[in-house]
Structures are given as structure tokens and as C-alpha cells.
């Protein structure tokens, strides 16, 4: 596939070539369980997927997605930019190839042509700029309006070309092209039709669409990709009770399922019918202490609490091994510049202790919130956390918070809580999401005046052995001073039936990279 | 004592085996901590350990012995379901029967304020409640009392209604006796028997009630024990024939069994029936 | 006959100002939720300005009691407004929902008041024994189990085991009668259990209750046979706090099904209500809530009115 990839996308700068080459292997995540072996994908069927979330307050305006279900359905039906592959290479996807200038300022995409909407519209740079319009502005209601924040300016040059002008450089800009909420959708007079309508050019079109139940899907027979798209049709169902879900797939009401509970998962994976595929990727739990706020705005006290939990027992007892230990910053193993050398950090009550003690405190005693919201497991793994805390003379006194409200109540509120992160594809996006100065998401207020130096500076800087330097001090930075601590890395564990078949899966997201429905088919 | 003696020596076996389940429901909610072996929230062991040595019954989903926490659980459960279930019975009660004693504007303004707190389903009522006060135990309790003292306040009116009307109380009235008088020695006594048999069932639907929240990711603060938490965290081990959510399930309704045959040896005791068998 | 009009009537007319303090309850009680719409629906990713932005476009940024009695204004002229999420109109939104929540809660009363009064009946005609006391344990410790524990045993024998039911019900408009009714076997088994303990215990306490009565006595000794006393004389007098603790699980079989919901995956009214709730979609949520409380108060209405007409003194008060 990549290359196919580098002949088709053409792109003039050798530089670009080699970033976009060396972005191949970024979230390149590391398939654990052998999917079936290949072989030729057979055309047919009804793909029937159960997922874990989804509510009846659900729109198919791609720009307020924010769980599974919807990313699942928008992948389905809308076409992005860009992809990223199922081996974590970043691929054109409406783009056909983009160029870049050295400063990394301003990029010129091309786009494929031929291609039509599900209402027989064809696709042309009038519809991306609106679609990418639809994120900006005042009255941008978008999810995606920080990260294309770096945006000055957006403009259509003839049918098939569109330049972006972005503020400063930003090496990795297509990257962010394939986020989710960017789906690329008619327009009309510079105005998205109707956002909500899920007309896009994806795969499969929408027949019917019941909001926190199902969706169902039938193949676009206009399809312009040929080697996707394999099942006829495809049925998501909500089901948010994971009994419910592990039953539907055992008696086979569905084909495939997200979110396996971990503590059954060895008992699932006994049934001849099911099994279990797991992917480790990016996303990852962090407990955020707000360092604007007392205690934690003392580095030894966060230190304290960050020697102060056993990363071991959390991915034994809360992932049940699905997962791998973190070391308190936010980049995962299958990120391209992931700090391999940077010493793990250990369970270790005496240096707990010690720190706390450099901090002049004898105890501590602290409030950490928690809701099953944040991730499964949460409340638990705030027990946890409390019983390991003690052995250092630290106090956790466990809230479990509503579920209701948490992202709004609690997040970004409370200064110690726990948090679920779906992890970015590049370092760049992660840190700039939820570690950069003020910006919205940086939920421990964290400022640190280096670490936020190195971030533009990495960002402009298409030298990838320079970024290498840069990304690693940053992790180092954050592991060190940071307000958070990472217990945990969290694989993507989903249940398959066994007559469903695919390739390799994606690791960046959950479900072959949301794309179970025009990847996977029926052996 | 004697005389304590002789009733429960004509007790029916269903009576008596209740009442050997509360009394020693009550004994270990009491001497708790002396009889278990760990703490409540101490992680003793791996998750799900199997039953054996060192663990009567295997361990739960962090490694904590489960016998622990059920013992626990036990102090924790009762005592909130029976403070709560005693508060509705209060509240409820003694409205109830006030607004059919009262009868006019007191039974219409009883009746409608009760009908608004009805009328919006209770698990949203107390999400929204929740959601703002918190999960305390104490506005856990208050909250859950009040909620159920409108389900007693209808029971205790319908049933006092039929009450009011009978000739005996047209008497006490007549006496000129006061309202109070009329509530405590004329309907209580006739209106006890339902009653009581609601308060045999209410006080397990305290339980349902916070395992219900639960699900919805409110009640009880962790790492508190109860029962209607534990069943909901290993219920999805039912589903691989896996009996260890039955544990907690079966105490709640091996209780719910002792309380209500108990409840039903009161009833056929006041209904004065001979027995003719 | 006429005095039960007028009662109807003014509990009508009650009903309505029941039903306004109820919408006035529950819009304040959505408004002092932490949170508001523009907030819960971005969830993690919500930012100071989208969320003033969506603000502004949906008018969550007009104070409270504008935004109430415009959403009054509305309701008066029959119009229910629109889904904050979706602008969908709220009828469309939950007309469908409506029809499979009373369908499940009429499938699980067909089955469960007759089960009930039947063994209410019969429990209290044969107390004491053998027969009496197996009813009691088994529907007691069905009660005692969480409605969602039911399900999962339901249907780990009937569905997973032996494979007799769908797990889920994934119902659509598109089913006929029998097929729907097939795929809400579980959940209505389900709630029967949930809901038979207590109507069924209210049966039987109620005939116990009378038994002792002169008139029941004088018919024993009159040599009635146990049977015909039970179902001629003890019944039509207990009938009132039967009927009573029958109305209250109907109304709970509409309102309260929320976990069954989520468990089965049934695409009812309650499930749209919570999630409306954490999302504060208002309109959603005010519109289910007047259903759910309207539900309430027609059904209560029904009860009072029978209660009446089973209780001669009632009826003809002195």
C-alpha cells in the first residue's frame, strides 16, 4: 500500500517525503492477537456491530461526535482527507497528495477527482473548505475547532486544489486532517447543506438512523475505492451494558463487539464461536492533579503521588493485563518518538516518602474523584491507588462522582481526578491538546516555560532526528514536573465472531480504526 | 421473658426460621469486624481467586476477600435499608393517615403534593437530586425515605379510607376524641396488617433501589461494602455460570425471606383468624 | 354516579396543575444540574467558545423562566418544541418510544396481574401450607434480586443456553405483532418477576386480612365452602388495596423500566429519558417527564375511582 501511496501522492519536496516517510510508522500500533489469515475479501453480507456507547441525543454532524458510536457510523459514511492506515501510515484519502513549503506554513492538497457524494454531487474544493469552515468561526460549535486552531486561512484554488495558510509551522498538519470530526461534506454556496444529513462519500449510506439505537447502513454503489467496502450491509446497535453486548455476541445477534469486559475476557475467549482481538495503541488513563491548586502546586508532592502508585497491579487488576504500564506522560510506545531510554517509573513508598517529606509534609491527605465515566474501572482503580498510597503515609480519600456530568463537574474542576484519553496519532497533537499553556484541555493548569518552547519549535521543525531530540526532553519534562500521573496504557480489546474476517487492525482507535464496517468482511 | 418464650413456642417453623435469619443477620451486622478475617477494603489476594484456604469465598474484583466484604456488607446494607424504611413508614405513615383523618383540604393538599412527587419517576427524581447534593449516606437515606414515604402515604390513605368511614371511628369522633387519639387507637391498629406487609417488601426494594443507582454510577461511596454494589460489579460473571454475584443476591434475598415469613406469622397473629388446620 | 363525574373531573382539572408544577420541578431541577446542554453534548471536548456558541444558537444563554415559558407558550398550543440534539420535533422524537414502552408494560401485565391475583388467591385460600409458603419463597427471592440480575439469569438459560429468546430485543416498526411480541418475551418475564412478589402479597394479605371479619365468619358457619368464600366474599371487599398496589406496578411497569431498557437494549421511553437528562436536552426531558407523569396520574385516577366503586360506603358517603 505506501508504495502505491508515494507514487500517487507525488509530493515535490524530498524533506516532505522523508517526514511523511518516517510519519509512516507513527501509531503504528502492535497487533497482538493473529487476526485470520488473508485471503481474498468476499464481497457480502450484514455486518452487525454492537457498541458501547451511543445516546438518543446523537447527530450525524461529524463536528460533535465524541464516543465510539458515532465515530464508528462517521467513519462509515463520510470520507476524510486523510486516513490513517491500518499500520499506522498516514495515507490520502480525498487528498490525493499535499505539499508543503519549508517553514511548514503553508500546505496545498490536491484533491482526488471524480469523486460524488451520496447525492450524486460530485466532490470538488468548494465542499472541503466548507466542510473545514464548518469548524471555524465564532459560531463554531465544533469539537475540532481547537485543533484547527493553527489555521489562518483556508481558500479554494480552482476545483481540485486547496491551500492551507496556517499560523505558524506545523509539520504534522495533515495528521490532523484525519481526525474524525472533519468529515468532508456537500456544500452549497460556501455553506454545508445540511450537516446533520450524513450525506458524505464515504462507503456506506445511511438508510435509517434511530439515535441511541441502531444505525443501518447500505453499501454506496458509486464507491470510488475498490478494495474496500466488502459487506452489503452493516447494522450498528447501541448496547451500553457490556453483559448485554458479550450475550448478543455469544447467541450471535451481533458479528462484533468494542469494549470487552476484561474481567470475563478469558472466559470469552473460550467460546468457540468468538474471539478476542486486541490491539495496543495510544490510548491512555492519566490521574490529573490541577497544579494551580494546593497541594499539587508543589513538584514534590506530585512526585510523591507519582512513586506513590503501582503501575503493575493497576494493568494486572484493572486491565487484567490488557494494557502496559505508563510512566507519567502521555506518549505511547507506538508513537513514532516515544522516549524509550526514559527510565520507567517504579512503585516506591520510601521515595514517596522521601519527596514528601523534601515537601515538609509528614502525611498527606488528599481527594481523588472518580466516575466508571471517566473509564471503566475508575472507582476501582482509585481503590487501589488509596491502598497503595498508604504504604507512603498518603491518604487517598476515593469520591466516586455521578457518572452524569463528569467531562462538566468534575474535569478540568476537581484537582485530583481520573481521566481517559484516547491518544493522538502524533506527539505534537497530544501535547498540544492537553499539555501546551492554556490551552482549554490542559486539565492540570500546567504551565513550564521550556516544555512550552520546545513544543512550537518541535512543531515547525521537519528535520526528524531534531524532533526526536525535542519530543524526548518533552517527555522527560512532563514525567518529571508534570501534574500527572500515567498508570496505565490501555489496548482496545474487541470481540469478533468468527466468521468475520479483516486484515491487520489499526491501533490508532478502537474498531480497526473506526473503519470495521469498509474494512472487515465475511470469511 | 417467659412469656417471650411461650410466643415464639407457637411460632410456625417459617416464623421461627425468619426470625433465626434477622437474629443472625443482626449478630453479624453487630460483631462485623471480630468475626472477619481482613479489612473491609484490604486487597488481599488476586482478583477472582477461587473458594478455598484463605479465602472461604474466592475473592472479588480487586483481590478483596469476599467473605469480608460481605460481612460488611451486611453492617453497611441493613443498617441503611432499615433507617430508610423506618423513616418512610414514619413520614408516610403518619401523613397518610392524617389526611384520611383530617379528610378536606389536608387530605387534598396531602394528596396532590404527593401526586407531583409521583408523577416523576423515581430513578430520575433521584439522579437529579443526586447529582446535585451528592451520595452521602445520610441524603442516600433522606432521599431514598422520601421517595418511598409517597409509595407508604397511598397504601396507608387507601387503606385508612375504609377505616374512616366504619362505625367505631364515627363514635370517636362523636366522643369528641382528638385526632391523634382517632390515628393511634382506632385506625392504626385496623390499617397495621397491609402495612406491615409493605414494610416486609419495602425494605428490600432499599436495596434494589441502590443497586438501581448503582447502575447508573450513583450510590454508595466506594469502598464501602453493600450488596446491591457487589452484585452489580460481578454481574456479568452470571452470564459463564460463575456463581459469585449470587452470593450478595442471595444474602439480600435469603434476609428478604426471613423478614417477610416473619411479617406473615404478624399478620395471621392480628388477623385472628382460629387456626383450623 | 354524578358524584364520581365530579371527582373526576376536578382530578382532572388537578391533574393538569399537577402536571405543570411537575414540568416547573423538572426543568429547575435540569437547570441546577451542573452542566448544561452545550457542555454534556461536546463532553471532553468542550471548549469556553463552542460552548458559547452553541449557547447562543439554541438560546441556553436567555435566563431560565424565559426559556420555561416560551417552552409553556409552546406546550399550551400543543407544540412540544424541538430536540436540542437533533431538532428533531419532540413528538417524532418520541412517539415511536412512547408505543414500545406501553407495548412491553402491556405484554408484562397481561402476563403478571393475572399470575398474581391467581396466586394471591390461591396463597390465601391454602395458607400456611406446603403450596403457600414454596409461592412465597420463590417470589420473594425473585424480588430480592436487582431487576438487572433477573435479566442476565433470564437470559443466560433462555437465551445463551438454550437459545430459545434473542438476547437483545432489537425491535423496529417494521415487525409484526407476534415477532415483536417474541422478542419481548425476556424483558416482560423479566419485569412479571420483578413486579408479581407484590401484587400477589398484597392479594393475599388483604383476603387474610378479612377473613377474620363477622360476616366472613357467619358465612363459614352459613357452611360456604372455603373456595367460594375466598373468591365471593373475602375478594370484592379486598379489592381496593389490591387494586391499589396493581395500579402502582402498571405505573411501574411504564416508568421505571429503565435498567430492563438498557439491558435488553429496548429502544423504550426511559432510556430516552436518561440520556436526555445527561445530555440536558430539555425539551426531551419535559416531554417524558409529562408523559410518565400523566401516565401516573390517569392510572392513580383509575384506582381511586375503583376504589370507590368497589365500597359501597364510599360511594354513598352519610
Not at chain 1, 162 to 189: C, E, Q, R, W
Request: charged content about 20%; hydrophobic content about 50%.
Amino acid at each position: 500500500m505506501s508504495e502505491e501511496t508515494r507514487k500517487t501522492t507525488g509530493f515535490t519536496r524530498r524533506e516532505v517525503l522523508a517526514t511523511g516517510a518516517a510519519a509512516g510508522a507513527i501509531a503504528a500500533g502492535l497487533s497482538i492477537a493473529p487476526g485470520i489469515a488473508r485471503a481474498a475479501p468476499k464481497k457480502g453480507g450484514t455486518l452487525r456491530l454492537g457498541i458501547g456507547h451511543g445516546s438518543t441525543t446523537d447527530t450525524l454532524d461529524t463536528a460533535t461526535t465524541t464516543d465510539l458510536y458515532m465515530q464508528v457510523v462517521g467513519n462509515a459514511c463520510y470520507n476524510y482527507l486523510t486516513e490513517v492506515s491500518n499500520s499506522g501510515e498516514l495515507v490520502p484519502e480525498l487528498a490525493q497528495s499535499w505539499d508543503v513549503t519549508p517553514d511548514a506554513k503553508v500546505w496545498t492538497i490536491k484533491l482526488r477527482k471524480g469523486v460524488e457524494f451520496h447525492n450524486g454531487k460530485t466532490m470538488d474544493s468548494g465542499d472541503v473548505v466548507a466542510s473545514i469552515n464548518h469548524h471555524l468561526g465564532e459560531d463554531s460549535k465544533s469539537a475540532a475547532k481547537a485543533i484547527l486552531e493553527p489555521i489562518a486561512e483556508v481558500k479554494a484554488d480552482g476545483k481540485d486544489t486547496v491551500v492551507f495558510t496556517m499560523k505558524t509551522g506545523n509539520a504534522d498538519f495533515p495528521f490532523i486532517l484525519s481526525d474524525y470530526h472533519i468529515g468532508i461534506m456537500p456544500a452549497k454556496d460556501g455553506k454545508l447543506i445540511d450537516p446533520m444529513s450524513g450525506v458524505g462519500c464515504g462507503g456506506y449510506i445511511i438508510e435509517n438512523f434511530e439515535p441511541g439505537v441502531r444505525t443501518t447502513l447500505k453499501r454506496n454503489p458509486n464507491y470510488w475505492k475498490t478494495d474496500r467496502a466488502h459487506v452489503d450491509s452493516a447494522e450498528v446497535l447501541s448496547i451500553t451494558d457490556v453483559t448485554a453486548r458479550t450475550n448478543a455476541l455469544t447467541t450471535g445477534e451481533i458479528d462484533a463487539m468494542d469494549k470487552v469486559d476484561l474481567k470475563t475476557a478469558h472466559l470469552l475467549a473460550r467460546s468457540k464461536k468468538v474471539r478476542l482481538e486486541e490491539v495496543s495503541g495510544t490510548q491512555h488513563f492519566t490521574f490529573a492533579m490541577r497544579t494551580d491548586t494546593d497541594p499539587f502546586t508543589d513538584n514534590n508532592v506530585r512526585l510523591a503521588l507519582k512513586y506513590a502508585v503501582d503501575r503493575e497491579a493497576l494493568v494486572k487488576t484493572i486491565l487484567l493485563g490488557h494494557g502496559v504500564v505508563g510512566n507519567d506522560h502521555p506518549i505511547g510506545r507506538s508513537n513514532q518518538y516515544h522516549a524509550d531510554d526514559l527510565p520507567q517509573r517504579q512503585y516506591d513508598p520510601d521515595k514517596a516518602k522521601f519527596h514528601l517529606k523534601k515537601a515538609g509534609l509528614d502525611s498527606l491527605k488528599v481527594d481523588f474523584s472518580a466516575a466508571d465515566a471517566a473509564f471503566a474501572g475508575a472507582v476501582d482503580a482509585g481503590v487501589l491507588y488509596k491502598e497503595h498510597a498508604a504504604k507512603a503515609g498518603i491518604d487517598i480519600n476515593v469520591v466516586r462522582e455521578p457518572n452524569d456530568g463528569y467531562w462538566s463537574n468534575v474535569w478540568l474542576k476537581k484537582p485530583f481526578c481520573a481521566v481517559y484519553w484516547g491518544g493522538r496519532p502524533t506527539e505534537d497533537w497530544m501535547f498540544s491538546t492537553a499539555y501546551a499553556d492554556g490551552v482549554p484541555w490542559n486539565d492540570t493548569y500546567w504551565k513550564h516555560d521550556r516544555f512550552n518552547k520546545l513544543l512550537v519549535e518541535a512543531r515547525g521543525e521537519l528535520d526528524g532526528s531534531k524532533r526526536r531530540g525535542m519530543y524526548f526532553e518533552m517527555q522527560k519534562i512532563v514525567s518529571e514536573e508534570g501534574g500527572v500521573v500515567v498508570p496505565m496504557f490501555a489496548n482496545y480489546v474487541m470481540g469478533v465472531s468468527n466468521k468475520v474476517a479483516h486484515d491487520k487492525l489499526g491501533a490508532n482507535w478502537a474498531l480497526d480504526g473506526f473503519r470495521a464496517i469498509e474494512r472487515w468482511w465475511f470469511a | 421473658m417467659a412469656q417471650i418464650w411461650k410466643l415464639l413456642k407457637s411460632a410456625p417453623p417459617t416464623a421461627l426460621f425468619g426470625l433465626a435469619v434477622i437474629a443472625a443477620y443482626i449478630l453479624v451486622a453487630i460483631f462485623g469486624p471480630l468475626l472477619t478475617p481482613y479489612g473491609e477494603s484490604e486487597i488481599v489476594g488476586s482478583q477472582f481467586e477461587l473458594w478455598g484456604e484463605g479465602f472461604v469465598l474466592g475473592t472479588d474484583n480487586l483481590g478483596r476477600d469476599m467473605l469480608t466484604r460481605l460481612i460488611y456488607g451486611a453492617r453497611n446494607t441493613i443498617g441503611i435499608a432499615f433507617v430508610t424504611t423506618c423513616l418512610a413508614f414514619l413520614i408516610g405513615g403518619v401523613l397518610g393517615l392524617l389526611a384520611t383523618t383530617l379528610g378536606g383540604w389536608a387530605d387534598q393538599l396531602l394528596g396532590r403534593l404527593v401526586d407531583v412527587l409521583m408523577a416523576i419517576p423515581i430513578l430520575i427524581f433521584a439522579l437529579l437530586i443526586l447529582t446535585i447534593t451528592g451520595t452521602s449516606v445520610p441524603v442516600l437515606i433522606l432521599v431514598i425515605a422520601v421517595l418511598d414515604s409517597t409509595r407508604v402515604f397511598r397504601l396507608a390513605r387507601s387503606v385508612s379510607m375504609n377505616i374512616v368511614v366504619l362505625d367505631f371511628v364515627e363514635a370517636a369522633r362523636l366522643r369528641g376524641e382528638g385526632t391523634w387519639w382517632i390515628i393511634t387507637r382506632e385506625i392504626l391498629p385496623n390499617a397495621m396488617p397491609p402495612l406491615v406487609a409493605e414494610f416486609g417488601l419495602r425494605f428490600c426494594f432499599v436495596f434494589l433501589f441502590i443497586s438501581a443507582l448503582s447502575f447508573l454510577g450513583l450510590g454508595i461511596q466506594p469502598p464501602t461494602a453493600d450488596w446491591g454494589s457487589m452484585v452489580r460489579d460481578n454481574a456479568t460473571l452470571i452470564t459463564y455460570g460463575d456463581i459469585t454475584p449470587l452470593l450478595p443476591a442471595g444474602a439480600i434475598a435469603l434476609l428478604t425471606v426471613g423478614v417477610n415469613f416473619v411479617v406473615d406469622w404478624f399478620l395471621h397473629k392480628t388477623s385472628g383468624i382460629r387456626d383450623d388446620k | 354516579m354524578a358524584k364520581i363525574l365530579k371527582m373526576v373531573t376536578q382530578r382532572l382539572a388537578l391533574g393538569f396543575l399537577t402536571l405543570f408544577v411537575v414540568s416547573m420541578i423538572i426543568f429547575l431541577g435540569v437547570e441546577l444540574l451542573p452542566g448544561d446542554f452545550a457542555q454534556e453534548i461536546l463532553g471532553q471536548s468542550a471548549t469556553p467558545e463552542t460552548v458559547a456558541a452553541f449557547r447562543r444558537e439554541l438560546g441556553l444563554d436567555l435566563p431560565w423562566y424565559t426559556r420555561y415559558f416560551d417552552w409553556l407558550g409552546g406546550v399550551v398550543q400543543g407544540d412540544f418544541g424541538k430536540s436540542l440534539a437533533s431538532r428533531r420535533d419532540v413528538s417524532d422524537l418520541i412517539g415511536g418510544r412512547l408505543l414500545n414502552t406501553l407495548f412491553l408494560a402491556a405484554v408484562a401485565a397481561a402476563i403478571s396481574v393475572p399470575v398474581a391475583m391467581i396466586l394471591g388467591v390461591l396463597a390465601a385460600l391454602y395458607r400456611n401450607t406446603l403450596f403457600d409458603r414454596t409461592i412465597n419463597v420463590f417470589t420473594l427471592t425473585s424480588i430480592s434480586f436487582p431487576d438487572f440480575f433477573v435479566a442476565y439469569i433470564l437470559i443466560l438459560f433462555l437465551a445463551v443456553n438454550w437459545n430459545i429468546f434473542p438476547s437483545i430485543s432489537n425491535v423496529s416498526s417494521d415487525l409484526g405483532f407476534w415477532e415483536h411480541v417474541y422478542r419481548v418475551i425476556l424483558p416482560a418475564l423479566t419485569l412479571t418477576l420483578v413486579i408479581v412478589a407484590h401484587m400477589m402479597r398484597m392479594t393475599r394479605a388483604a383476603i387474610i386480612n378479612l377473613l377474620a371479619s363477622p360476616y366472613i365468619e357467619m358465612a363459614m358457619l352459613k357452611g360456604i365452602s372455603r373456595s367460594r368464600i375466598v373468591t365471593h366474599h373475602a375478594l370484592p371487599n379486598a379489592l381496593a388495596p389490591i387494586i391499589n398496589v396493581i395500579v402502582i406496578n402498571l405505573a411501574f411497569l411504564v416508568v421505571g423500566v429503565v435498567v430492563v431498557e438498557v439491558v435488553f437494549v429496548y429502544p423504550g421511553l426511559g432510556q430516552l429519558l436518561v440520556d436526555s437528562v445527561a445530555k440536558r436536552d430539555i425539551p426531551v426531558v419535559q416531554a417524558s417527564c409529562l408523559i410518565f407523569a400523566a401516565t401516573y396520574i390517569l392510572l392513580n385516577l383509575t384506582a381511586d375511582v375503583l376504589s370507590i366503586l368497589t365500597n359501597p360506603r364510599l360511594l354513598h358517603p352519610k
